[in-house]
């Protein structure tokens, strides 16, 4: 099936592309916090960006974390068959 | 012909009547009766049917009201979409025992007593054990053993709890239990198992991948959902379980990121949405059930999505491991989008179904002024965008290309995807279609600038951080590897220990026989010496010469008490 097609995504420019797409939406988010009224239970969720903040570091403690689990947790595939 | 009969009959018993069909008949039977199912569950007025007696006790096989609806719609909603996307096998096996294994699930939820719960209870474990045997692989049998053993002692304990509750308080009622009713630990340790809580969750990730295809699937939605359910029921308010859930919704997305299985990445995934569940139960106020009983609604559509589009994965590229797939979207683009629906909405994307249920738990987490459980569910919210929302779809359907090229799904599994995914999104931008079906009136309003902003805050920025971390190549690349969990305990500790003993045992036995060997001949003499026909220690003395040691033992008492 389409064994010759090039899609869109196979040139590593598009992907470039769609990686600057992320920063750019990112951008625009933080932009119009300051412009939305917000109305949290706790004081501190109402800081600007708070969110934005806490999703971009709390992924980037859980993957390295996680990453360093594995020196602990990975085994053999065939690990419990013998 | 009177409707005041257990819904789960018409499952349990059309199920029974599938291996006697043949083709396109069987086909329609097996869509008629969740459809069957579900239509009797819109005609039942709510009260309490079908009670005989028991034991000089009554049974209720038929309660009905708000929160058992709830469950009872979508879990026949759930049949319907499973039985659409199994249409392709021919596996009489796997048909009956699915079905059954639904229709004891419906069962377990309408149950007004503890006794029609656990035979109900019972029932689902040995039911959904079939659809992991039906792999037929050495490893699956295995791993059906475990899950099998596991389930069961959750139905022992959860006997065992009804019957000292039964003695403590002369009654077998189901109803809101609480850690104080006697017999209540015992129950809530049954619940705990099935609903995978924390350090008693790795039957889930062990089993729920070892099954066929469209096995997952089904067991995806039944056993953990019918456990928040009897939680919900029983446990309503139990401040115990805002710590369990909360710990439930975080530790299993760090698994979730390095696992290779990507089925398995799901059931981690899986248990991860289930702790928002219990978080729910644990607050207990009308917004937290209802916030629970949506996020299991929404819940069950979204992972049987999620589940579906790894099983036709699995079925066409004949694996589902992360480290080998990629680039997947050119082979079985339909089925990419499906995927993508489902990570959105389990992600909780504005528009889709996990964002107008999860916001209710959150709100009802930010209300109750449980700071440290909103902000472990927050972080938990962020990590289940990344491992399920972003890391399924990409590793399965994008990152490099692994060459595979395939057909596409079948037919039947790409209606079910999109059935499902139509759900989904229905649920997201209806949302009081569901909120009318919950246990409480709801005043939420899911869809405000705010809530919608900061939302898109969190995901966009998580998906940021996947993005940064894998241009810089700081991601963790997928491997061919298991990871320890808590079934090491079981499936290396506790063979290591028996074989340990068995060692000690058989050394212990040697050393005795080669000690009685040497010692034995000699050791005979001597005791014949002693014990023998006229030996020192086999005569016998005249009851005399007793009486007189006895008479001087007292005199001697009798002298040293006096001193």
């Known amino acids: 099936m389409n064994e010759g097609k090039t899609y869109w995504l196979d040139r590593k420019e598009n992907v470039t592309i769609v990686y600057r797409a992320v920063w750019a939406v990112c951008g625009l988010l933080l932009l119009v916090d300051p412009l939305v009224h917000k109305h949290e239970a706790f004081g501190f969720a109402e800081w600007f960006g708070f969110f934005g903040f806490f999703g971009f570091f709390a992924c980037v403690g859980l993957v390295l974390t996680a990453k360093a689990l594995r020196r602990v947790l990975k085994r053999p595939e065939n690990y419990y068959e013998h | 012909m009177s409707i005041e009969f257990p819904t789960a009959l018409i499952l349990i018993l059309g199920a029974l009547a599938v291996p006697f069909l043949r083709g396109r008949v069987r086909a329609l039977w097996m869509l008629a009766l969740p459809v069957l199912a579900f239509a009797h569950l819109v005609v039942m007025p709510t009260g309490e049917y079908v009670q005989p007696g028991f034991l000089g006790q009554t049974l209720v096989l038929m309660r009905v009201d708000r929160l058992s609806l709830a469950f009872g719609y979508i879990f026949t909603i759930a049949t319907l979409l499973n039985v659409i996307y199994s249409l392709h096998e021919d596996d009489p096996y796997q048909q009956v025992a699915a079905l059954a294994y639904a229709g004891s699930a419906l069962g377990a939820v309408f149950a007004g007593d503890l006794i029609t719960l656990f035979i109900y209870w019972e029932l689902t474990a040995v039911t959904s054990v079939v659809l992991i045997w039906a792999r037929r692989t050495e490893r699956a049998r295995r791993a059906a053993m475990r899950y099998l053993l596991v389930q069961l002692a959750s139905g022992m304990l959860l006997l065992a709890g009804a019957v000292v509750h039964f003695q403590a308080s002369g009654s077998i009622r189901f109803d809101l239990l609480g ?25 889930l990730q062990d089993a729920y991948p070892e099954a066929t295809v469209t096995g997952t699937v089904w067991l995806s939605a039944f056993t953990t959902k019918l456990a928040v359910y009897a939680l919900a029921r029983g446990y309503a308010g139990t401040e115990m379980l805002i710590w369990i859930g909360a710990v439930m919704t975080a530790f299993p997305i760090f698994y979730a990121v390095i696992e290779n299985d990507l089925r398995r990445v799901l059931a981690y995934s899986l248990n991860n949405q289930l702790g928002f569940m219990v978080v729910g139960v644990g607050i207990g106020t009308e917004l937290a059930i209802n916030g629970t009983v949506a996020h299991a609604f929404s819940h069950i559509l979204y992972k049987a999505l999620l589940f579906m589009s790894m099983g036709a994965v699995l079925l066409r590229a004949g694996t589902v491991n992360g480290s080998q797939l990629g680039g997947l979207y050119k082979s079985m683009p339909w089925t990419t989008g499906f995927c993508i629906v489902g990570a959105a909405s389990i992600s909780a994307f504005p528009l889709f179904s996990g964002f107008i249920s999860k916001a209710l738990i959150l709100g009802a987490a930010a209300d109750g002024g449980y700071t440290i459980t909103w902000l472990v569910l927050l972080f938990a919210s962020a990590g289940v965008f990344h491992h399920s929302g972003i890391k399924i779809p990409y590793f399965a359907f994008f990152a490099h290309d692994s060459k595979i090229r395939c057909a596409e799904a079948p037919r039947n599994m790409l209606i079910a995807m999109g059935l499902t995914a139509v759900l989904c999104v229905g649920i997201g931008v209806y949302p009081d279609a569901l909120y009318r079906l919950l246990p409480h009136a709801v005043t939420f309003v899911p869809y405000t600038s705010a809530h919608v902003l900061t939302q898109l805050q969190l995901l966009l920025f998580s998906a940021l951080a996947f993005s940064v971390l894998m241009r810089t190549g700081l991601y963790p690349p997928e491997l061919r590897a298991v990871n320890l969990d808590c079934d090491w305990f079981y499936r290396k500790l506790a063979p290591a220990l028996v074989g340990v003993a068995t060692t000690l045992i058989g050394a212990f036995r040697q050393i005795a026989s080669e000690v009685m060997g040497r010692l034995g001949a000699p ?12 030996g020192p220690l086999s005569k016998t003395l005249s009851t005399g010469t007793m009486a007189l040691w006895i008479s001087m033992l007292l005199a001697a008492y009798l002298v040293m008490y006096y001193v």
Do not use: M, Q, Y
């Open chain 2, 179 to 203: 850690v104080g009713a006697p017999g209540s630990w015992l129950i809530l340790l049954a619940f705990g198992i099935k609903c995978a809580f924390p350090l008693l969750h790795n039957w």
């Open chain 2, 523 to 534: 050791l005979a003499r001597v005791i014949r010496e002693t014990h023998g026909d006229g």
